[in-house]
Every structure is written in C-alpha cells, then in structure tokens.
C-alpha cells in the first residue's frame, strides 16, 4: 500500500499542489511553517477524515475562500484508487472513492492505513489519559469498522445522557429517559472495552521484543489497560453511580474514562519514568503499530514522519531508520541532514518555501 500523488486546492497554505511520491522514501524539507505538515495532514485527513491536529474542516480552508479539494491516488493490492474530499465551510465534507460518493466515513476509514508520528507523539505517555485513549481509537477505527461505529454511537449517546442529566438539575420529568441511554451505553461501551482489551494483548506480544532490542536488553515493556470498568459490570456500575452523576451532572463511570500504562520493569513510567523511557517506550509503541497492520491486512500502512526525527537522540534515529525499510515513508524535516543522508536511501526529495513544493534532484 502506498499513496502514488496527491492533489491540494484552497488547502491551508496551497491554492493548487500537485505531488507525486515514491513507494518507498520520501523527503519533504524546509524552515518551519513553510507547509510541510499540511501535506502530512491533508493525506491523514483523506484516510480517517479527520485531522490530526484535531481541526475543524472551516479552519483548514484556505482563507478568503469557501471550499477546499483533496485528492489522493492510492495503490493498494496492486489497484489504483482515487479519493476525493470536498471541504466546505458551512456543510458537511462530501467524499467520493473511485468517483462514487460515500455517506459514511466508515466506508473510507481503513481503505488507506496510515500511521502519524509526531513530536506531541512522544509526550503520549507523559500527557493526560485522553492522548492515550485518542491513539488506540485511532488506530482501532483504522482496523475494525465495527468499532469505529460503536465508538461514534457510544460518544453520540454519552454527550446525550450527559445533557439529560444538565437538564434533570431543574426538570426531573424526562428521568427515564436515563434507563434508555444507560443500555445503549451498555451496548456500545461493552465492544469498545472488549476491543481494547484485545488491541493491548496484540500490542504486548509485538512490544517486548521491540523494545528489548531498543534498549540492548535492559529494558522489558508491557503495556496495562487501564479499563474503568469491566464489560460484565458496566450496566450495574452506570446504575450504582446514577446518584454521583446526577449530583456532579456528569456520566462518571464507562471507557471514555480508560487509560494505559506504560510499564519497564515493573515500573510505571508515567509517574516514574525518565524522559528518555518514555520517548524509548513510544518509539517501541509507534513501532508495533506498524507490525500490528501488517498482520491484520497483510500489507504495510503508509508511515508519517513529521519532524520527529530532530527529537531523537542518534541511537534511537538510528532504530527508526532501521526499522522503516520496508513501508512507504514520507517524512518532513528542516534540513538534509547528515544523519539522514548517512543512514537512509532517499528515493524523492521536495524543498517546501511557503506554500510552494519543488522537486529537488540528488
């Protein structure tokens, strides 16, 4: 799998782009805010439809205009496909794949597999539980389409209780109403726990020895689900705390409050870790994702490397590097560097000066 060009107009810093890439790696440098990310994010935002930066799609089109196209060229299984995004500021963006419009995301979302490194990526395990919770959603929406819509209804359903219980502090008639959105949180909740579950379980027997080959043998990583409840005692636990959530008029119990931890040698390294575990750990972690995908669809996503290059040290540059042989790589950086030219076989390389893309010759 690998994304063969890409097409811009009225996006962000782009009035027209066209872009071809290489199947292999793919180099996209210049000083920052010039617009090398807004090429990593429009190909996110043309597998997922959504942002990586979490925008919304009137903040990415271009400014003074109304609209904005994106148009990506995937290879997959040897079949080229084309996928069209319309982005509109005051509608609903409209989605065609081979020229047949789509209504749902979950029919684009898996077509194109991609995994996005960052550096905000390596503070994953430092930051707050939602950064966890956002990169095993992204990853499993990618993976499983059943999750990616029960997570969509799960949310749906947890923003409606949430507002019922705002509304019951003043008006108690529609109390009922709680039985309902209490089994459809039930029904949805218990798959998006089962599931996350089992993503961990996969993530652990990929992650070890990665990270063991990290760090020389020191070091042995298990991941830990941190669910905040179990599948089986979900219905009974939202009915036990009705009274803390009609109180606090917040739902308080459910996997919109799950976490992961991170542990080296029986440590939690996200109260105890140094900072070089933790970035050690989420290179590990980054890593096994692309080996999870390989396994699940039998080919390798497209791998995006913003920056992060210049946050590793040379041994863990040097991991990456090692490990990305065999994917489609496009990665951004200020300069040629050194360490890139030394270590990696470039095969296409592109100079980005303020929203102007060039082809430059090795």
Known sequence: MYIKSLELQNYRNYEQLNISFNPKINILYGDNAQGKTNILEAIFLSATTKSHRGSKDKEIIRFNEDNAHIRSFISKNDVDHKIDMHLKKNKSKGVAIDGIPIHKSSELVGMCNII?????????????PSERRRFINTELCQLDKIYLQYLSKYNKILFQ???L?????????????LDVFDSQLFQYGKYIIKRRREFIGELNDI????????????????LEYECDVKEETFSDELLSKRKNDLKYLSTSVGPHRDDINFIINDIDIRKFGSQGQQRSATLSLKLSEIEIVKRKIHQSPILLLDDVLSELDSNRQNYLLNHIDDVQVIITCTGLDEFIGNRLSIDMVYKVVKGTVARIEK
């Open 207 to 222: 992650i070890l020895e990665k990270h063991k080959t990290l760090t020389g043998g020191l070091e042995k990583l298990y």
């Open 161 to 163: 209780r949430n507002s």
């Open 165 to 177: 219980l705002k509304q019951l502090s003043f008006d108690n008639s529609q109390i009922d109403l």
């Open 116 to 128: 996005f490194f960052s550096p905000e990526d390596l503070k994953i395990i430092k930051n707050g």
